[in-house]
C-alpha cells in the first residue's frame, strides 16, 4: 500500500532530493547529450572563426607582400633607369666631344679647357678630362691633378678600352679622398686611335641612391662585380668596402630579382637587386623584413589575439549555455516524470477509495447483524439472570466480560470501517466562501477544553491579511481538527501534561495563495516516517488507537479543494503541518 | 395511546428476525419486509407508524422505496439505515423526506430511540390532525388527502 503514496509525497515534500537522485540515476544521459551539444556549440563557430580568420589572414599578407615587394621593385627599377640615364648621358657627352673635335684640337691645351668648362656646365659631375694617344701617353690633361705626360700603356683599363672602345671603372677614392670613377673612351680614324678620359664625381648618383627611404630601414646602394661597396650604405657598410652579406644576384640583365635573406646578425632583409645596364653595377634596395611586413605582423598579433579571445568567448558561452539548456532538460524530464507518476498514483488511490468502500460497505452489514446478535445475547441473559436460571458466578463474570469485549471489537470495526468509508467518499465537496479568520477560531474553540486538560499552550497567529478561502467547511475543519489531534497525540508523548506548545495560523503567502499551519513542539517525525505519513493505514499509534486514515483523508481533502499539504519536522523538537490553499476569487461584496 | 407499529426493511434476513425478536421483548409491535415492493405491500395492509429502511438492497433500494412510502403513506416516518456513512447519502435520503438516518452498524439502543422518536413525531401530527379536523374551520389540501389514507 505504502508505494501508492511514498512516492507522491517524496516528489511534493522532498521533491528536489529526488530531482537530485533523478539527475544522478540519468547522468549518463545527459553527460553524453551535454558532450555532443558542447561539441558542435564550440566546434560550429570557432571553426567558422578560424576560417574567416584564417582566409582573410591568407589574403591580406599576400596583397601586402605583393605591394611591399612591388614598391622595392619600383624603386630598384626607377633609380636603376635614373642611375642609367647619368651614365649613358655622361658617355655621351664625351662621345660628343671625341666626334666634334679633331686629335690636334684635342691636345691644345686652351681647347681642352674650353671643352670641359662647357662638359662642366653641362654636369658638374665632370672634373677633368683628359686624352691619351695610341701608346697610353696622357697627352693633354685639364683638371686639379699634374697628371699630363704620364704613360699608362700597361693600365688594365687603358687596355680594355683600346680594345672595347669604352671602360667605365669602379668606384675609387681619389687625391682628395673623394669618391670618383672615370668613363674612358676611344676614336680611331685613319688608322689612327686617342682616348679621352673624364673623372665623374659620384656625389649626384650617391644622392639619388642614398637618399632612398623606406620605412625605417629602406634603403639602397650599389655593388661592384665583386660585392664592393660602390656607396655609403646608411645601414653600415662604407665605400669600397666588400659587402659582408652575399646576396643572390640576378643574373646579368635579366632584370630585378627579390629575396629574402638573413645576415650573420640573424637579421632578415627583404632585398631587390638589379644589374645596371652601363656597368656592371649591382643596385640593391632592401629593407627589413619587420620594418618591410609591420604590418603584417602587427595584422598577425591581432588575428592571434582575437583568435585566443573570440574562441574563449564561444567556449565560455558554450559552456553556459550548454548548462542552462541541460539544466533545462533535466528539469523537464524530471517533471515530467513526476507528471506521469503522480497521474499513476491519483488512479491508483482512486481505484483504491472505490475498492476499500466497497469492502467497508460490505463489512458493514455482516456487522450490523453480530450487533444485533450481540444485543440479542444480553437480553436473554439479562432475562435468565432475572428468571433465577443463571447464578453469578466466575463463569458468568468471565462471560459478560466476553460479551463486553465482542461488543468492544464489533465498535472498533464499525470504525474502522466508517474511516474508510469517509477516505473514499465520492462525493465532491460543497464548496463556499470561507472566512479563515473567523473559521479557524471556531475550530480551534472545539479543542480549547482538550488542550486545557492536557497543559497544552493554545495559540493563534491569524494575519489579518489572510483572505478567504473556497472550500467545503466541514471537510476543511475535519482537517484541522485531525491535525490538532495528532499535534496533541505527539505532544502528550514527548512532554506529558506540561509544557506542550501548539500554534495554529494563516497568512497570505507570497504567490497569492493562503498558508494555515498547525506547529506543535511534540516527538517530532522521524524522516522515513514522514515519507510515509500520508499513505492509508500508515500510523504509529498502538494497534486500535489510529486507523491510520486521517491524513490520507486530509491530504485528499485538500487535494480536491486544490491545494496541498507539506509537513516539516524534526525528531525531539516539533511537528509543522502546512496546508496551502488558493484563495477566494469571488467578488468581495458576495458573502 | 396505540402501540408503535415499526416496520424493518433490509435484505439480511438474520438481521430481521433478530432485530424483530429484540424488539418485541421491547414491547414493539414489528414487521419486518426484505425488500421494497414487500415493504410497500405490507404498509398497504398494515397501519405502520415508523419504517427502519436500508439504503442498500438489491432489485428496489432503499432511495427508491423511501420515494415510494413517502409518495403514497406520507405520513409514515422513515429512518434510513445507511452502511455508508457520507453525509450525501443522508442528505439525500433527508432531501426525500426520511425522517433521520442511522449509520450501520446501529446500537439497538439508537435504534430504538430514534424510532421512539419518529412514533412521537407521528403522534404529535396525529394528534393535530385530529385537532383541526374537530374544529372543522379550515380545510386544506393536505387534510383532505390525510382523510383519504
Redesign the interface.
Known sequence: MEFLSWHKHCVTLLGDDIRQERFFVDKPKYQNLRRSILTSMILIPLVTLILILGFGYYFFISSLQSSTIATVKRIVSDHRHMIDAFLMNRKANLDFVLNSYRYDDLTDPEILAGILSRLQKESSAFVDLGVFDSQGIHVNYQGPYKLAGKDYGGSPWFKEVMQKGTYISDVFLGFRRIPHFVIALKREKDGKAWVIRSTIDTHIFNDLVEKVRIGKTGEAYLLNADGIFQTERRSGGNLLERDPESISKPALHSGIKTSIQENAKGESYLYAATWLREKNWLLVVRQAKEDAFKALYTASYVLALITLLGGAAIIGLALVLTNRIIRRMEWMDAEKEELGGQLIRASRLAELGEMS?GF???I??P???????E??MN?LLEELKEKGELKSSPTLTELEDSMSQIDLQ?NR??QI??AI??FG???DPVFQKVNLQEFIPEVTAMVKKKADVHGILLSQEIDGNTPAIEGDP?QLQQVLLNLYNNAMDAILSRHGVEGGKLVVGAGLRGDGKVAIFVRDNGSGINPENQKKIFSPFFTTKPVGKGTGLGLSVCYGIIGKMGGFIEVKSETDTGTTFTIVLPSFEGDGSDD | MEPMKIMLVDDEERFLSTTKKLLLKKGLEVLTAASGPEALELLRTHNIHVVILDVKMPGMDGMETLKAIKHTYPLVEVIMLTGHATVESAIDGLKSGAMDYLMKPADMEDLIGKAEEAFEKRQRIEERIRMAQMRKTMKSPREILKEEV
Open positions: 468502500t467497508a460497505h460490505e458493514n452489514n456487522l450490523q447483524i453480530m450487533k444485533s446478535e444485543t440479542m437480553v464489533i470495526c464499525a470501517t466508517q468509508l469517509k467518499r465520492q462525493g466541514g
